[in-house]
């Protein structure tokens, strides 16, 4: 995301754009990601609904992972995946900087 | 025809929101600007305007009332006084930043503790650096034109900023004096209509105000309204000169007072000076070249004006209505700022006077006067920092 000069900003930090909080990236100071294991994933839509931040993705039902632009590693998702699924490790984010 | 009327700087006050008829009012009374919101009061109750009259618990909602006005599109006014106005601070950068025109009155009187109703600056000095637009009033006939001036400054394009028309307490605000009151027609054209900037009440068009700012935007919203602020200073020059041509008056950022071929000067804000004016000419019929700087712009801070304005005198005295207590009055740091790199620049002496309402007397600023003259003569100024009228055992 690119950021705004001073002379492209609304008066008085107002935001006369509607819904444009969806473009505002607030996953940049994660240290874990969630990385899903799709062989033990049953889909049962718990990390969903327990995400604080409604980025789990989700297609035909189906969870896609988590979109990394707002997720901030909290690991509410892999502490609420059910324990005999554990489909889901919190994973360093270092090592996907490598 | 405009009238000449017999009235107290309040009752102009509230004579001129009538006049103006603004779509909100939201206030809680304190002395000494209570009877400005009681006499308009009556104007909403009789309908001679149709304003909106919130009345709250509290000035912290008085203010946050007259912020949600203004967000909604309204033009607003308020006025307050000292404690009052020290209960809105939270609410003040908020108005200001959120680039709201809100034009309160401040009717300046002291700060407890010990309690005092009585006139000196330490409420609007105390929240001088929360973003307003701070204009000084000399009189009731000025804070009158000032409050209209400042309605159309605060709506000026490139502006959006809210004002404090400060005037002294009980001095000004209680004492009748003759004033010319402009027509109303004339007046009203002269402030025009009111175009909102981003109302909250055009629902086809959704605004978010007073969103979160973190690290990413915060400075640049900051920067974005400390330089509108700044700019602000050609506005208020602007509308004066638009003033001068549809009544005649002639306002400035600073009023300068037999300055030009002065050697010693006292700078001053508001009431003090038409004291300062009687005093500086009983001098110059003696010959002493005396002259007289009040600040009518006290934010943005005229800088260059003032530079100016004292490059030819040899000594100043720069009296303050208030303390930055542990540190100075809170003109002297700035006019002491404005001077550092004049070429030229004056011996400067921080003058603490009058605070909760004392008297300042004609022989007290001769006195000042002629304490200049000796730092002149002798080219030392001894004590930068002194009280004026304290009894004490050691004069210092």
């Not at chain 1, 998702?77 to 090592?95: D, G, H, L, S, W």
């Not at chain 2, 000494?32 to 006499?39: G, L, V």
């Not at chain 2, 002294?168 to 605000?173: A, T």
Request: with cysteine; hydrophobic share 40%; charged share 25%.
């Amino acid at each position: 995301m690119t950021l705004k000069n001073k002379e492209e900003l609304a008066l008085g930090g107002a935001i006369e754009e509607a819904g444009n909080a969806e473009g505002y990236e607030t996953g940049g100071w994660r240290t874990y990601r969630p990385i899903w294991d799709f062989n033990k994933c049953t889909h049962c839509l718990t990390c969903w609904i327990s995400c604080p931040d409604s980025c789990i993705i989700v297609e035909n039902e189906k969870v896609k992972g988590a979109d990394m632009r707002f997720c901030k590693g909290c690991g509410v998702c892999a502490n609420e995946c059910p324990t005999k699924i554990n489909a889901i490790t919190m994973v360093e984010e270092v090592t996907f900087h490598k | 025809m405009a009238k000449l009327v017999s009235m107290t700087g309040n009752q102009a006050v509230a004579e001129c929101m009538r006049q103006i008829n603004p779509d909100v009012v939201a206030a809680y009374p304190i002395t000494p600007s209570t009877e400005i919101m009681q006499i308009f009061s009556e104007f909403v109750a009789d309908g001679a305007v149709d304003t909106e009259l919130v009345t709250v618990e509290s000035e912290h909602s008085a203010m946050s009332a007259c912020i949600g006005a203004a967000a909604a599109g309204g033009r607003v006014m308020t006025a307050t006084s000292a404690c009052g106005l020290a209960l809105m601070w939270e609410m003040l950068p908020i108005a200001s930043v959120m680039r709201l025109p809100i034009v309160m009155t401040v009717v300046n009187r002291a700060l407890s503790a010990p309690i005092n109703i009585h006139c000196d600056h330490s409420d609007s000095m105390g929240c001088r650096d929360s973003g307003w637009i701070q204009i000084y009033s000399e009189n009731a006939q000025e804070v009158y034109h000032n409050v209209i001036q400042a309605i159309k400054i605060s709506q000026r394009e490139g502006v959006w900023l809210p004002i404090m028309v400060c005037v002294d307490g009980f001095i000004i605000s209680h004492s009748i004096e003759s004033i010319e009151l402009l027509e109303d027609e004339k007046v009203k054209d002269f402030i025009g209509e009111f175009k909102p900037r981003l109302p909250l009440l055009d629902l086809d068009h959704p605004v978010t105000y007073g969103p979160l700012d973190l690290q990413d935007y915060y400075m640049e919203h900051k920067k974005q309204f400390d330089d509108a602020l700044r700019n602000s200073k050609e506005t208020v020059i602007e509308v004066a000169k638009e003033f001068k041509k549809e009544f005649g008056y002639d306002y400035g950022l600073i009023d300068k007072y037999k300055l030009d071929d002065a050697e010693v000067a006292i700078v001053v804000l508001n009431s003090a000076a038409g004291t300062g004016k009687h005093v500086v000419n009983k001098l110059r019929e003696k010959g002493v070249k005396a002259g007289l700087l009040r600040i009518r712009l006290y934010r943005p801070f005229p800088y260059e004006e003032i530079r100016d304005a004292l490059k030819n005198v040899k000594a100043v005295a720069v009296m303050d209505r208030a303390v930055s207590y542990g540190a100075q009055g809170p003109l002297f740091p700035e006019i002491t700022a404005a001077l550092y790199d004049s070429p030229s620049r004056p011996k400067l002496k921080n003058i603490i006077y009058g605070l909760g309402g004392r008297d300042i007397s004609i022989e007290e600023i001769e006195d000042i006067f002629c304490s200049l003259d000796d730092v002149v003569r002798t080219g030392k100024v001894g004590n930068v920092y002194q009280w004026i009228g304290v009894r004490e055992d050691n004069k210092r």
